[in-house]
Structure formats: C-alpha cells, structure tokens
C-alpha cells in the first residue's frame, strides 16, 4: 500500500537503527532517509494514538479507507487551481523550490499496514502543513514545524529534531527562534485542529485563508524588525 517492502526489526534492532539514525542525521540533517528511520523506530506509540484518533474521526476514517497518497500523479492538477486556493498555495510551495511530493522516502519499519499508512501519511502532509503555517524550508522554518507536529502527534522524532536543528543555531539564531518562534509554535500546534485527520486533497479547492479559520491554523508571525542600527 505505501510502495515498500517493510522490514521486521526486534527490540534490540530497533534501537540500533534509531541509535545510529539519530546520529546521521545531527550530522546531516538533509538526510531525510535517516529522519525517516528515526521517526518509525521511536514513533509507533505516537503513530498507534494518531491512528485511532483518525478512525474516531469522519473525515479520517475517509483518508484511512480510500488511502490517498500524496504523489505528483493525485496532486498536479494543484497547479491548475485558482490563485486564492489552497492547492495553488500549495503548487506555488511546492514549485517555487523546484520540489516534487514523489520524493518522500518509503516506510520500512513499521509492524502494520494500518501504522505504514499512517507513518507516510505523516510524510507526506508535511508540506501541506509549511504551506499553511507559512513556514519557509530553511532550518528556523523546519524547526518551528516540528514543534507543530510534535504538538500534533507527540513523536520524539520531531523534538529530537528540534534540539539538533537549533544545536546548528548561532547565538543570534537560537535567541531568535526560542523568543519568537518556539512560543508560537506551541501555541499553534495547541489551538489547530488534528490536522492528521484531515482529507487535504478534497480541500484544494477551497480557499486558502478560509481553511485556516476552519482548521485554527495561526500562519507564522514574520520576523521581528531589527532594533536600530542592527
């Protein structure tokens, strides 16, 4: 169903891969295969509450039973939406980066179909979810998602991502990003509806300021201005 062998790890093996993915991936954070593995092998708890969440809601338990993937054959017709709409909000993200949604690494280490789904399901509203906060792709952009989705669906992943990427930080960066965007973060990811139990791909359409009322979704604050003479 999410178009990739899994592999069937023992306790002992799932330490060792999240052990080893969490050390490649503070020392390169574009490793997206590592995050990926990290994020199955500390995540099933996480994945087991946001699975039965989505079965507990009408609009999850549709993305759960017809599976929607997120790849660039169910989402092009995005870029011909129009401009005041979610899905070209989301094309002009996605295009503006020269990014394609069929590059999302596949899930190997999860025990079900059922928490498979769900895992890539995960990866795959990611820039759904830049597009809406109005976050950028640079690392204070990425960090502050995390503490969304850590907010969202409580993954260790997501805040061991967050310690590594302002690790990177400079002084200034660090100060930055725990002043002004960490705080709101938290916030946003509180009020926001669940956001794992939402059929994106039935709401491009729609308009992109109307469905972050409908969903609670606060877009990010912009940078604060520089004190004079910065």
């Given at each position: 169903m999410v178009g990739s062998a899994r592999?069937?790890?023992n306790l002992w093996q799932q330490a060792?891969?999240?052990l080893g993915s969490a050390v490649g991936a503070l020392l390169d954070p574009r490793r997206a295969d590592l995050i990926a593995a990290l994020g199955e092998t500390t995540g099933k708890p996480a994945f087991e509450r946001v699975l039965a969440r989505m079965k507990s809601s009408p609009e999850g338990r549709a993305v759960l039973l017809e599976c929607p993937r997120v790849i660039s054959a169910n989402v092009g017709h995005a870029w011909d939406?129009?401009?005041n709409s979610f899905g070209a909000a989301y094309a002009k993200f996605m295009g503006s980066r020269n990014f394609s949604p069929d590059d999302r690494p596949p899930v190997r280490f999860m025990e079900t179909e059922e928490l498979a789904y769900v895992a890539m399901r995960a990866r795959e509203v990611h820039?759904?979810?830049h597009t809406l906060f109005g976050l950028p792709t640079n690392l204070m952009g990425e960090s502050a998602l995390k503490v969304i989705e850590f907010e969202q669906m409580l993954l260790p992943m997501c805040m061991m991502s967050v310690v590594g990427g302002t690790a990177r930080f400079s002084a200034k960066q660090r100060?930055?990003?725990y002043q002004h965007y960490f705080p709101?973060?938290?916030r946003a990811g509180m009020q926001?509806?669940?956001?794992?139990?939402i059929y994106y791909e039935k709401h491009f359409h729609e308009d992109l300021e109307a469905v972050r009322q409908s969903w609670g979704i606060t877009?990010?604050?912009p940078p604060p201005p520089r004190p004079n003479g910065a």
């Open positions: 592999v069937q790890l060792a891969v999240a939406l129009p401009e820039d759904f979810w100060s930055l990003f709101w973060a938290l926001s509806t669940d956001l794992m139990c877009p990010a604050p």
